[in-house]
C-alpha cells in the first residue's frame, strides 16, 4: 500500500509570510496532484505533476515534483487569507492502479 | 465545464430512513467515485464506477448502495445508516482510471449527511 504523508499537519501564519507545505512517500508515483479544500466543500484540484523534478507555478503557489518522483512540495509567497484551508496531495501509484490522499496540511492564514 | 453537482447540500435522515444522494457531471468522464469525509480527515474511496461497471468497491457496508444510472449521473442509496456515518460525502469524476496515471479528480461541493 503507498502511503502519503505531509507535513506540517497544522500551519498558521500571518499574511505576507512564505510557506512550503511538504508531501513525501517511499513509493515512486506515476503523478502526484495537489488539492486545496475549503470548510464544507469539495477538494479543488490546483496542479498535477508528472515528470520527476517538474515545477509548476501557480500564481503564488510553486509546486515541485522530487526528481525520484516519492516526494512534491507546495511554496506559497506572500501568503493572503483567501489561502486557508486544507491542502491535500494525492498520487497514482507507478502502476497506475491505486490513488491515494495524505492526511492534508491545514493552512490558516492571519490577516 | 469542469463542474460537478451533487444533492441535496444537506440531508438529516433518523436510522430508519431511506435516501439518495445524487451527483452530475457533464465533463464526459467515463470515471465517477464517491468518497466519506469525515471533519479533520482526508476523503476516504468508497466506490469507483468506470464506464458505469462497478470497478472498486472498498469494503463498504451494504446499507450503502451505489448506483450508476449513465454516465452523466451518479447515485448513493441510503438504508438503515448509524450515527457514525454522518459525514461530508463527495462525489468526483475523472476521464477514466486507466489511462497514463494522472487521474486528475474533480470533486462536487459535497452533501453534508447527519444521521439521527
Known amino acids: 500500500t503507498q502511503l502519503l504523508e505531509q507535513s506540517p499537519q497544522f500551519l498558521s501564519i500571518q499574511e505576507g509570510e512564505n510557506l512550503t507545505v511538504y508531501c513525501n512517500s517511499s513509493?515512486?508515483?506515476?503523478?502526484l496532484q495537489w488539492y486545496r479544500q475549503e470548510p464544507g466543500e469539495g477538494p479543488v484540484l490546483l496542479v498535477t505533476?508528472?515528470?520527476?523534478?517538474e515545477v509548476k507555478k501557480l500564481k503564488r503557489l510553486t509546486f515541485q515534483f522530487g526528481d525520484a518522483r516519492k516526494d512534491s512540495s507546495l511554496h506559497i509567497t506572500a501568503a493572503q487569507p483567501g489561502d486557508t484551508g486544507l491542502y491535500l496531495c494525492?498520487?497514482?501509484?507507478?502502476?497506475?492502479?491505486?490513488?491515494?490522499f495524505g492526511p492534508g496540511t491545514r493552512l490558516s492564514v492571519l490577516p | 465545464d469542469t463542474e460537478v453537482t451533487q444533492t441535496p447540500k444537506h440531508l438529516v435522515m433518523g436510522m430508519t430512513n431511506k435516501k439518495s444522494l445524487k451527483c452530475e457531471q457533464h465533463?464526459?468522464?467515463?470515471?465517477m467515485y464517491w468518497y466519506k469525509q469525515k471533519a479533520k480527515k482526508p476523503p476516504e474511496l468508497m466506490f469507483v464506477?468506470?464506464?458505469?461497471?462497478?470497478?472498486i468497491n472498498e469494503s463498504v457496508p451494504s446499507r450503502f448502495s451505489p448506483e450508476c444510472p449513465n454516465s452523466s449521473l451518479l447515485n448513493l442509496h441510503l438504508h438503515a445508516l448509524q450515527p457514525e456515518d454522518s459525514a461530508l460525502y463527495l462525489c468526483?469524476?475523472?476521464?477514466?482510471?486507466?489511462?497514463?496515471?494522472?487521474?486528475?479528480?474533480?470533486f462536487g461541493p459535497g452533501t453534508r449527511l447527519t444521521v439521527t
Open positions: 465533463m464526459g468522464h467515463r470515471a
Open positions: 468526483a469524476s475523472s476521464q477514466g482510471i486507466q489511462t497514463s496515471g494522472r487521474r486528475e479528480q474533480y
Open positions: 494525492a498520487g497514482v501509484d507507478n502502476y497506475g492502479q491505486n490513488f491515494v
Open positions: 505533476v508528472v515528470t520527476g523534478g
Open positions: 513509493s515512486v508515483f506515476s503523478s
Open positions: 464506477y468506470s464506464y458505469e461497471k462497478l470497478s
